[in-house]
Every structure is written in structure tokens, then in C-alpha cells.
């Protein structure tokens, strides 16, 4: 990539690790300490016709394969329609979720084999984010979480603490591998959200922004 290229943030964790407040006070510290611009976006979703694949894959009961198709096939136009076209002009994106979630998921939640994944990313000639926070919490507290937003489940969030304990574990085994080590940053989802907040900022920093 270019000088002029922005960088590339993602967001994983199990549903109800607290992610997505993280991901609007990184895009507001950005833009007022840096002047930096950010977009913040979603998967699977992200524009209009991942968008609609979202509702589909998570509201509606299908084979692991097909699942595992469609978000590849949502994460594909995504990438061609606003990921690469952001990181292109200099805006950096922050993504609620990208393809850890798809190891974490649907190899660890769905045991669908980790090559078939890898597969497809290298298909899909997927980039790699430069920095990915994995938002790591114990799955009752997450479920706590989840029942409190009192909001409809949706499919995954409906499936039982043995599948979440699966996700939790296979995005832990992703951060451990030698080949994410400089990538994924695990932490803890269990501080308050101002001890969050500061990690992801000295991280932010160390990587991108003071070359001490
Ligand atoms: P999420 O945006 O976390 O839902 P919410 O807005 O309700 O917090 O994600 C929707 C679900 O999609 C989530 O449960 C995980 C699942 N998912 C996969 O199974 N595989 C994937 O590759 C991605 C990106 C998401």
C-alpha cells in the first residue's frame, strides 16, 4: 500500500463483548487529536447489497456451508465497494467484525474446517487489517450483556453457551498464532470502558502514530 493509504481496524469478540462503543470513540479520538478521517462500517453488512445478505444470514436457519458462502460473498463486495476504496483516498476503516469472525464462527462455532475459510480469503484476495482488537470476555457476562439490550436475538446470538464458548476459544487460538502476534490484540472486556479505551489508544500510537 501507499503512504496514502489509510489503515485498516478491526473489532472482533463473541456477541455482547462491548466492541461497538469502543469503535465510535476510536473513529472521535482519531479525527480530533490526528485530523485523521475514519468510516466506520460492518460485517456481514457494510453497504447496500451486504446489507441485504446480512438479514438473511443472520435471521435465517441454512446449511454451515451456505453460510459460511454468503458472508464470503457480502465480504467480497464490501471489500471491492468501501473497504478498498476508503483505504485507497487515506480514510482509514473500523470494522465491527471481518474475517476472524468467520474462523471463530463458523470453524469454531459451526466446526466447518479451518482451510475452507482460508480458502476463501485467499479467493477473495481479502486484505489484511493492520491492527485487530479481539474484545475477550466470559461468556455469561456476554450473555448478561446480551439479554440486557432486550433487544430480539438473532441466530447466532440464540445458540447455546457451549457454541459461544467455541467462538470465545477459536479467537483466542487466532491471537495466539505467531503469524497474528503483531496483529491481534487481545483485551480484557471485563475493565471499564476508559481502561479499554486507553489501551486501544497506546496500541494506536506505538503502531501508527509516534515512531519512538
Ligand atoms: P454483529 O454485528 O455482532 O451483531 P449485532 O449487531 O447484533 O451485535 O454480528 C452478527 C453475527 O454474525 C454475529 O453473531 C457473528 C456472525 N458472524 C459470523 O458468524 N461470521 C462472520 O464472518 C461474521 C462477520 C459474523
Redesign the pocket.
Known sequence: MSNKAGKFITFEGI?GSGK?SQISFLQDYLLQNYNIKSIIT???GGCDLSEKLRNI??NEKMDSIT?LLL?FAA?NEHIQTKILPNLNNGIWVLS????D??YA??NG?RNLAENKITELVKFINAPIPDITFLFDVDINIAKQRIIKRNEKL?K??AENQNFHLQVKNNYLQQANKIENKNRIFVLDSQQNMQEISQQIITIIQQKFLEVN
Open positions: 456477541d461497538s460492518r460485517e456481514p444470514i443472520i453460510e458472508l465480504r465491527d467484525r471481518y474475517i469472525a468467520s464462527y463458523q462455532g438473532d447466532f446470538e
